[in-house]
């Protein structure tokens, strides 16, 4: 668990993985660990308005 918050680095991301894994050393239910990754993918351009926006993914999997 500690090594997915150091991964993600966001406080925000953090307080949902915090409630969703549950109490820190058990195992949540259903799932015995979880495996989040996040990263930068690269630049897209914003059909409205045609700025260029960077785009960034958060991958949660249960292993």
Do not use: Q, S
Not at 16 to 41: E, M, S
């Amino acid at each position: 668990m500690d090594m997915a918050f150091r991964e993600v680095g966001v406080n925000e991301i953090k307080e949902v993985l915090r409630v969703w894994l549950g109490v820190a050393g058990l195992p949540a239910p259903g799932y015995r660990t979880i495996a989040a990754h996040c990263g930068y993918l690269g630049m897209l351009t914003d059909g409205e308005d045609g700025r260029r926006r960077k785009v960034y993914a958060l991958i949660f999997t249960a292993v």
